[in-house]
């Protein structure tokens, strides 16, 4: 079984740029998360979805963050303009109704310059 | 809301010796509870869960962890740590949500030092 591919592992950009990261999850996971992971801390909800709809998107910062989960599978996370504090890793983790373990992938990290 | 606690920043232990990583957790009814393991540059790697039943728990890797409802802990042990055990270790609480998935809530973690 694949696990949680996202994809860049890594990316460099300089601040006011615009970034995404995509993530797909385990086939079948209709529970898909966005985590923020800053150095030295435990992940941090941003966003959940089940299947299409962004059930808990309370500490994600609206302003310049966006999420979607087109078709209810794939998601891609986007950060416009980023800022020098939002340099961190982004985890992407799923699951499936009836098993309650989260999965994770490796994470993108982001370093913004 | 829920919380973790992870009271050790950093643990340095050799290797063959035990291992006992800290956890508190702040839930109002009974919790999920996991341990995840975070190798530098990796995902989250879930160690072991507990939903109910047995309080004394075995996952991967030789790691076993006990819940403690009178202590709200669920501490982390391993009799015997191997180099390769050196890593990030979080603990985590959710609860389940109306459609059957759950909201890990994580501490901040405990680095594993491992001395040959």
């Known amino acids: 079984e694949a696990g949680v591919v996202q994809s860049p592992r890594y990316k460099i950009i300089e601040k006011k740029q615009p970034v995404a990261f995509w993530c797909n999850p385990i086939s079948g996971h209709n529970t898909l998360y966005w985590y923020l992971q800053n150095l030295g801390q435990g992940p941090e909800l941003l966003i959940r979805?089940?299947?299409?709809?962004?059930?808990?998107d309370s500490q994600l910062p609206k302003d310049r963050f966006s999420a979607e989960r087109l078709k209810g599978v794939d998601s891609t996370l986007k950060i416009q303009p980023a800022e020098l504090g939002d340099s961190a890793v982004y985890l992407c983790a799923s699951s499936s109704t009836g098993r309650t373990e989260a999965f994770f992938g490796q994470g993108t990290r982001l370093t913004v310059v | 809301a829920q919380s973790v606690t992870q009271p050790d920043i950093h643990i340095t232990v050799s290797e063959g010796a035990s291992l006992e990583l800290r956890c508190n957790y702040s839930?109002?009814?009974?919790?999920?509870l996991f341990w995840y393991v975070q190798s530098p540059g990796q995902g989250l790697q879930l160690l072991l869960k507990y939903f109910s039943g047995d309080t004394l728990v075995q996952g991967i890797k030789g790691f076993e962890a006990e819940f403690k409802r009178s202590q709200s802990s669920f501490n982390l042990r391993k009799p015997s740590v191997h180099w390769s055990d050196a890593a990030e270790y979080f603990c985590?609480?959710?609860?389940?949500?109306?459609?059957?998935?759950?909201?890990?809530?994580f501490g901040r973690g405990t680095s594993l030092i491992v001395h040959p």
């Open positions: 839930y109002g009814a009974t919790p999920y």
């Open positions: 979805y089940e299947n299409e709809e962004a059930v808990d």
């Open positions: 985590a609480v959710g609860p389940s949500t109306s459609g059957g998935s759950y909201i890990p809530t």
